[in-house]
């Protein structure tokens, strides 16, 4: 923000030496111009363009090295005195009036009405009705199934067969070479074939065949058959009846006795005791730290600036 103030006032200070440099070179024109005097006649004006020499101050940027002041932190231990409260109980003796309860038991005589009850016995006729059992035999016809063997014979077929010695064929072997000697022949081997047969033979076989009989099975059948029947029943009458019962009745009674008391009250209180602690400590230590900074320096520089001028001409030939 300070850097952007410099440069805008070094732009307003350029701006206002030009106009100033500017006029006062146009005023200077004017001055020296031998034509420009005053007539009684009607002058025209001549525009003409003259270099002037100006002169304008041109900012430049510098760097440097500029130092600023820094705190830095520097941390130790350090050894404090602190404060703290230890507590401690104490007891002091606290005398005070307590009233104390002392019992005592009376025995008192109290009457009251009860409702005793009195129980009676009587016997009246019944009347119930009961179904009594009436059992009958009878016979019925049942089918069943019976499963009985029967023999019969069938032909079956049986593989068999027996032993025979049959020759068996020669081993086959290399083919003779025909400029080479007659051998003899090879002996022939025989050996053991089992030569299968299949015959028939009539066996017995058993099968079982079922068959529908019929028998008699015996049943009873029970009927209910109702009937009336009286009988004696008893029951039992209860009657309350009133009478006056006494009984004796133990009442407690409470009075209040005071006396005094004598007892300890513990209380606790805080000692004041001191210690030594180590605490980090902080403390700040000054620094000059070097930073490079950018500055404008004002230069004078001499530019030649165009100027118009307006010169007066007379029109009328004076």
Known sequence: MKKILQISSAVLVLWLAAATTAEACYCGAMRRRACCYATSCTTCCEYQTV????????????QYTAYR??????YEQKIVEAVRYVPEVKYRACTQTVCRPVYQTVMNTVSYDVCRPVYETKTKQVQTTVCKPVYETGEREECYTVCKPVTYKKKIQVCSGHWEMREAPPAPSAPADACAPAQACAPVRQC??????IQEKEVECTKMVSETAVRK????VCKMVPEVQTRDCSYTVCRMVSERVTKQVPVTTCKLVSEQQTHQVPYTVCRMEKYQQTVPCVRYETKQVPYTATRCIPKTVTVQVPVKVCCPVPSCGC
């Open 217 to 220: 099975v015996p049943y009873t």
């Open 51 to 62: 270099m002037q020499t100006c002169t304008k101050v041109v900012y430049e940027t510098e």
């Open 192 to 197: 053991r074939v089992w030569v299968p047969e």
């Open 69 to 74: 002041t820094v705190c830095e932190p520097v």
